[in-house]
T-cell receptor
Framework: DSGVTQTPKHLITATGQRVTLRCSPR?????VYWYQQSLDQGLQFLIQ???????AKGNILERFSAQQFPDLHSELNLSSLELGDSALYFC??????????????FGPGTRLTVL | KNQVEQSPQSLIILEGKNCTLQ??????????LRWYKQDTGRGPVSLTI?????NTKSNGRYTATLDADTKQSSLHITASQLSDSASYIC???????????FGTGTRLTIIP
């Protein structure tokens, strides 16, 4: 158990809908990262927040948005869902803003299925 | 374009044998390189992390090497166990913007 929690574990929805994924980082961690992992594809970095502010941006679509709240939990919002958005979405947290000594701890993931 | 390539894509070995996984990258400027183990359907778990000045780092039966000149890394697994069956992912961080570039992983299967 990494100490990172994600809810829900599974989510099934229809195309065009909007969903929110939630992540609670490990106690004391200031950074939250979001990743997408589609079937047969590697992990794709979406976005990082550090202490409430956006720190780094990866391959995040405009239909997706995220935020980190004052209590440091984070939400990833996915809108106008398409079939291709079906994937595992992982959240990770780390103590600081990144760097060599800043290990990321991954949550168990949310499996999103868009029908 | 920053890229991380891993080989082989998949590997099957007998329990107790050793194996080596490869990672080549073009990420520049370089900050650090991590190896992760990911069990099916679960989040990745960090195995090792190496900076520019580190050549070798061990974590139990896992030993990672880094050659920053040739931009190559390897992960050596000694005396493999059934629980080593997983995907192994190489991740390189860019210096400055801390952007992460992920390899697509090597799927390792250990058979009894």
């Amino acid at each position: 158990d990494s100490g990172v929690t994600q809810t829900p574990k599974h989510l099934i929805t229809a195309t065009g809908q909007r969903v929110t994924l939630r992540c609670s980082p490990r106690s004391g961690d200031l950074s939250v990262y979001w990743y997408q992992q589609s079937l047969d594809q590697g992990l794709q970095f979406l976005i990082q927040y550090y202490n409430g502010e956006e720190r780094a941006k990866g391959n995040i679509l405009e239909r997706f948005s995220a935020q980190q709240f004052p209590d440091l939990h984070s939400e990833l919002n996915l809108s106008s869902l398409e079939l291709g958005d079906s994937a595992l979405y992982f959240c990770a947290s780390s103590r600081q803003s990144g760097g060599a000594g800043d290990t990321q701890y991954f949550g168990p993931g949310t499996r999103l299925t868009v029908l | 374009k920053n890229q991380v390539e891993q080989s082989p894509q998949s590997l099957i070995i007998l329990e107790g044998k050793n194996c080596t996984l490869q990672c080549n990258y073009t990420v520049s400027p370089f900050s650090n390189l991590r190896w992760y183990k990911q069990d099916t359907g679960r989040g990745p778990v960090s195995l090792t992390i190496m900076t520019f000045s580190e050549n070798t780092k061990s974590n139990g039966r896992y030993t990672a090497t880094l050659d920053a000149d040739t931009k190559q890394s390897s992960l050596h697994i000694t005396a493999s166990q059934l629980s080593d069956s997983a995907s192994y992912i190489c991740v390189v961080t860019s210096f400055g913007n801390e952007k992460l570039t992920f390899g697509t992983g090597t799927r390792l299967t250990i058979i009894p």
